[in-house]
């Protein structure tokens, strides 16, 4: 077939299809249905049972089992660490409950859009109407149609009675399609411009039609669609991406330290056993075993912090991915816009006056040149909007209002001039009609009769003989100025109408086409949907974040550029779907980087556009509310669907949706994405230079050991202890930061470099000289009060060791506390920040020396974390362990300051 089935005319379509318009018969329709399948979305599910062990297959994840299995054996073998077998353990499992849980979401975009398919089907079989299961249908069969059917399949319209489909779950766009059977001209339409075609999952809103199907199941639109999803590489999000690298990298560290420590130990002629439990040791010491739930903690809470704002989360990298984003890709109706018709320009007397207010909103002005001008004033702009009020079929309530959204937009222009239905009798009425282009009534007001018609202005001035002046006087009317200036209405993308009046003889009560002469021309209306006020100011916000905000929209190409204009997105280059599908590879990323405003789009276009837009390093996040969406939103770093006019499909293949359909909540969210990064590095900034602490109190004592006899001895903590290290802290020190309020200025700086890598200068640094700065207190107070404990190489008081290992945890921790209060600020000095801001960090910093006092008073806990209660007299000492690692980071962010340098 050497042109699409939009471009045949009805009878063509017929003979392509070897059918006709007494249906096919049985047998015949058998045949096809086993050639090409039966009517459905097919896919196939990922069992369950896969997708949980898909979760295992992380770095982090086996390594951490690994040495849960380690572990566990030393336990077995009669060691203490089997605190750390089932912490670890634990960990992995949470973490892949919620990996299984996220993956399972997946899968719902392909559900949502299985169920959108019709059940059964009106129609045409061996000359007799009859209902079959949907999925029976076939190329060829010949569907009949009333309003309020969906259509089960992509059908060609060749009937049709004042038909108008919804095509809103498929498009986005609100406004019922009328359809015609004429074929269409043109290469590559999207479906928005294929008028005499209808797609499956779609309804008609009103009118009947008879049908012949063209596509069935996975060729549809839909099945496209489909297919598209199930292709979509969802990929890993820009942190997911960096915390795989970070992790690969961090292990392998992690096991050449170990391997060097335990040959280094055997090389000193240590025992084996010995040489492996301190090479454990370092392992459990310098794995961030709470990294993981950390990480999920801080997404999680700026998940239920964007909620508030209108912003759900549905899956959790999504809260940073944000942070992030260096381009958003918006839908424009609803999204950018009201998704209301609204009258914004109107033309009486000769005069053009601004109209405020938008929406259901009936407070408004009207303006010359910015100074309202009020219509009850002036004869002429009252008798043009009681003419589109009064010839209107809409009706406005108190919450908004029903029918067509054009007559919609007239009702509120004249409710701003505060006319009321009552007191005018409508008694007659033309309809409009496609052809015509016009609408008329005949209603009677004050005992006068009139005519009052609207439609296409080049309709209706030639109905028209005379016009108004400002003050209602009648004069002679000349069609060109009333034609230029609905032309300058027009560039401007606004749909404009013209209105005419004429009073008929008091006994005139019919109403007929040929009445419609002579009348008196009253002006011009245009109307627009709006740009939001609040989506115009966020696009601004976007522009200072150093973010692009590019307009994506299925409208007519000079309605995206002048709504974007008034937006103030740049507006100077407008590509159409049409220009995109000719486009090469290159061709294509030139243009997503070039161009910010794409009208007439397809669902692969939008798709492509993300993927270009990626190709250049960019993060993109993509909005959407429609099933053609869902391709783009699962490809897309981000996707974003609409919480209120999206659909099921839509919303089940994005990131994040937005409960009130507005773009500045994007730009909320933003902030909060940034605020969570922010977070991010400060728990890894805290975390593993702590990690690193206890990883260098194991490798500095076998390194001692052969010179300091008390390091060969016991190590300066016992695994368990320094297990206990991690998890309080993980608990108690690093969650707290996540609490931090926001920083000032987030949204004054561009989103950070896509690349931006976890371990960096900055990094390397802090977990140096903060390692460093934590460990050697702890290595001094061991050997200060522990050396004793050993004479010539032999324990000769094991209670004075196990105090000094005491002494030495406690030491840890005010280290640690030295530098948590620090942490707060990645640069910042914390004589900056008001120290009683996050209560949460304090009430950690309290809790955690509680809880250090609980072997003290319970001999149990005692044993099984081998300390003992010292004299008091250590104190003093123990406590000036807080000072180093405080002056360390101070100084090292007091020198960053002062050189400008910012490694992260």
């Not at 993308?493 to 009073?503: I, Q």
């Not at 209120?644 to 009130?660: F, H, P, Q, W």
Request: glycine share 8%.
């Amino acid at each position: 077939m050497s042109k699409p089935w939009y471009g045949l005319a009805a009878e063509e379509v017929l003979r392509a299809l070897e059918t006709s318009e007494s249906g096919l018969t049985d047998e015949i329709a058998g045949a096809r249905l086993a050639q090409v399948g039966p009517n459905e979305i097919e896919f196939k599910k990922t069992p369950a049972w896969v997708r949980f062990l898909r979760q295992f297959n992380d770095p982090m994840v086996i390594i951490l089992l690994a040495t849960a299995l380690v572990t566990g054996v030393l336990t077995a073998l009669g060691s203490h660490m089997l605190p750390d077998t089932i912490v670890i353990v634990s960990v992995v499992l949470l973490n892949a409950i919620l990996g299984f849980v996220q993956e399972g979401k997946a899968e719902g975009a392909l559900d949502a859009l299985r169920n959108m398919m019709v059940q059964e089907a009106l129609v045409v079989r061996d000359k007799d109407q009859r209902r079959i299961p949907a999925r029976e249908l076939v190329p060829g069969d010949l569907v009949v149609l009333e309003g309020g059917d969906k259509i089960p399949a992509d059908v060609r319209f060749i009937e049709t009675s004042n038909i108008h489909v919804d095509e809103s779950s498929l498009t986005g766009e609100s406004v019922p399609v009328k359809k015609t059977i004429q074929a269409i001209s043109g290469e590559d339409l999207v479906p928005g411009d294929q008028t005499n075609t209808g797609f499956s999952g779609t309804y008609l809103t009103q009118g009947t039609a008879r049908a012949i199907v063209v596509e069935t199941g996975m060729q549809t639109v839909f099945g496209r669609i489909a297919d598209m999803v199930k292709a979509a590489d969802t990929g890993l999000t820009p942190l997911q991406r960096k915390m795989k690298e970070f992790v690969h990298t961090l292990i392998i560290a992690i096991l050449l330290v170990g391997a060097f420590n335990f040959g280094y130990g055997i090389y000193l002629g240590y025992s084996t056993s010995y040489s492996f439990l301190g090479a454990v040791s370092l392992v459990v010491a310098a794995i961030p075993e709470m990294l993981p739930a950390l990480v999920t903690s801080i997404l999680a809470l700026s998940g239920v912090v964007m909620a508030g704002r209108k912003a759900l989360i549905r899956k959790l990298p999504a809260a940073e991915t944000l942070g992030a984003t260096s381009v958003i890709c918006s839908d424009k109706t609803g999204t950018l816009t009201e998704n209301r018709m609204t009258v914004t320009r109107v033309y009486a007397g000769g005069q053009i006056y601004d109209v405020t207010g938008t929406g259901f909103d009936i407070e408004g002005e009207f303006r010359i040149e910015g100074v309202a001008q009020p219509p009850q004033q002036r004869s002429s702009i009252m008798q043009l909007l009681e003419c589109g009020f009064y010839c209107n079929n809409a009706h406005l309530s108190g919450k908004g209002g029903t029918g067509d959204p054009t007559e919609l937009a007239l009702r509120i222009s004249g409710a701003k001039a505060e006319l009321v239905v009552d007191g005018v009798q409508r008694l007659e009425e033309i309809p409009f009609d496609s052809s015509a282009k016009y609408m008329a009534v005949l209603v009677e007001t004050a005992g006068r009769r009139l005519i009052l018609a609207k439609g296409a202005p080049e309709v209706i001035v030639q109905m028209c003989s005379s016009t108004l002046d400002p003050q209602g006087a009648t004069q002679p009317f000349e069609s060109q100025i009333a034609l230029y200036t609905a032309q300058l209405f027009a560039r401007d993308a606004l749909r404009t109408l013209g209105f005419a009046v004429k009073e008929l003889p008091a006994g005139d009560s019919d109403l007929r086409h040929e009445d419609l002469t002579n009348m008196c021309f009253v002006g011009l209306q245009g109307m627009i949907d709006p740009p939001k006020q609040s989506a115009i100011e966020a696009v601004e916000q976007c522009r200072g974040a150093g973010i692009r905000t590019v307009m994506i929209t299925g409208d007519h190409p000079d309605t995206a550029q002048a709504v974007a204009r008034q937006l103030g997105i740049d507006a100077e280059r407008v590509v159409t779907g049409t220009e995109l599908s000719h486009m090469s590879e290159t061709e294509l990323e030139e243009a997503a980087a070039e161009v910010s405003v794409f009208a007439r789009v397809a669902p692969e276009h939008k798709k492509a556009i993300a993927e270009a837009l990626q190709a250049r390093g960019l993060v993109v996040a993509m909005t959407g509310d429609g099933v053609n969406d869902a391709p783009a939103l699962k490809a897309a770093d981000i996707g974003v669907a609409m919480g209120i006019s999206g659909t099921e499909v839509a919303k089940e293949s994005s990131d994040m949706v937005l409960a009130d359909d507005n773009f500045a909540t994007i730009v909320a969210a933003v902030e909060e994405g940034r605020h969570a990064w922010n977070n991010l590095q400060k728990a890894i900034l805290y975390t593993l230079p702590t990690n690193a602490a206890q990883a260098l109190l194991i490798m500095g004592a076998i390194l001692l050991a052969a010179f300091v006899p008390v390091f060969a001895v016991r190590f300066v903590l016992e695994p368990v202890q320094i297990l206990w290290i991690n998890l309080l802290d993980s608990v108690l020190l690093t969650m707290p930061l996540m609490m931090e309020a926001k920083e000032k200025g987030l949204l004054d700086a561009p989103p950070r470099p896509a690349k931006t890598q976890i371990i960096n200068a900055l990094f390397l640094q802090r977990v140096v000289v903060m390692g460093l700065a934590i460990a050697l207190p702890g290595f001094l107070i061991y050997h200060h009060f522990g050396s004793p404990a050993v004479v010539d190489g032999v324990l000769v008081n094991e209670l004075l060791l196990t105090q000094a290992q005491t002494a030495a945890f406690w030491a840890i921790l005010l280290a640690h506390f030295g530098y948590v209060i620090s942490a707060r600020s990645i640069y910042g000095s914390f004589f900056s920040i008001n120290p009683f801001s996050n209560y949460w960090l304090l009430a950690g910093i309290a809790l955690s020396i509680a809880i250090r006092f609980i072997p003290t008073v319970v001999p149990q806990a005692a044993a099984l974390f081998r300390t003992a209660e010292f004299p008091a007299e250590w104190w003093p000492l123990i406590l000036l362990c807080f000072f180093p690692s405080f002056i360390a980071i101070e100084s090292d962010k007091l020198l960053r300051r002062m050189s400008g340098k910012k490694g992260w």
